[in-house]
């Protein structure tokens, strides 16, 4: 692939395919851009650059490599939910908060529970201090309540609070 013949034994390309989303890299840039003209022969195809957004993530290039984080996507999700302008939270959640069922409470919408949660499940990707509170709540996929509803809301707040201190 365009690789001195040592470089041809360890060379690597990674290719990310997500619908009609596709990122191209690895250890021999030759051999990408050989392998991406191929591709431009066979399909419709953009180069977009240097990677810096791809599925919800993004990438800042730095001295010392690449540092993911998801800091557009976690604003997408708050203004989605009307969280924009919500008071932030230090805590992804409370101290020794226990939730159960709960079945006097007032039952949250489901649907609006679920996208929360599995928004936040990604979330956890380049958050991963909070997948303990995301398991918590998620437990209640079933069957949400209002309390369910509020934890899973904090741990959006506190997700977006802590992104601050990252940037």
Same mark, same amino acid.
């Given at each position: 692939?365009?690789?001195?013949?040592?470089?041809?034994?360890?060379?690597?390309?990674?290719?990310? #395919?997500?619908?009609?989303?596709?990122?191209?890299?690895?250890?021999?840039?030759?051999?990408?851009?050989?392998?991406?003209?191929?591709?431009?022969?066979?399909?419709?195809?953009?180069?977009?650059?240097?990677?810096?957004?791809? #599925?919800?993530?993004?990438?800042?290039?730095?001295?010392?490599?690449?540092?993911?984080?998801?800091?557009?996507?976690?604003?997408?999700? #708050?203004?989605?939910?009307?969280?924009?302008?919500?008071?932030?939270?230090?805590?992804?959640?409370?101290?020794?908060?226990?939730?159960?069922?709960?079945?006097?409470?007032?039952?949250?919408?489901?649907?609006?529970?679920?996208?929360?949660?599995?928004?936040?499940?990604?979330?956890?990707?380049?958050?991963?201090?909070?997948?303990?509170?995301?398991?918590?709540?998620?437990?209640?996929?079933?069957?949400?309540?209002?309390?369910?509803?509020?934890?899973?809301?904090?741990?959006?707040?506190?997700?977006?609070?802590?992104?601050?201190?990252?940037?």
């Amino acid at each position: 692939m365009g690789c001195t013949p040592n470089q041809q034994t360890r060379t690597r390309i990674l290719i990310c #395919l997500y619908v009609d989303d596709l990122l191209i890299t690895g250890s021999c840039s030759k051999g990408i851009e050989e392998l991406k003209g191929s591709l431009k022969g066979e399909f419709e195809m953009t180069n977009l650059g240097r990677l810096s957004y791809f #599925l919800g993530l993004e990438f800042q290039h730095r001295n010392r490599g690449l540092f993911m984080h998801q800091k557009k996507y976690l604003l997408e999700v #708050l203004n989605m939910f009307n969280m924009i302008n919500c008071n932030p939270s230090e805590t992804p959640a409370e101290m020794n908060l226990r939730l159960g069922n709960c079945e006097e409470e007032e039952v949250a919408d489901a649907t609006v529970f679920w996208q929360i949660v599995g928004s936040l499940r990604y979330i956890c990707h380049t958050r991963p201090e909070i997948s303990f509170s995301v398991g918590v709540t998620r437990r209640f996929m079933s069957n949400p309540k209002h309390s369910h509803m509020l934890a899973a809301k904090r741990v959006l707040k506190g997700s977006y609070v802590s992104f601050g201190n990252l940037l």
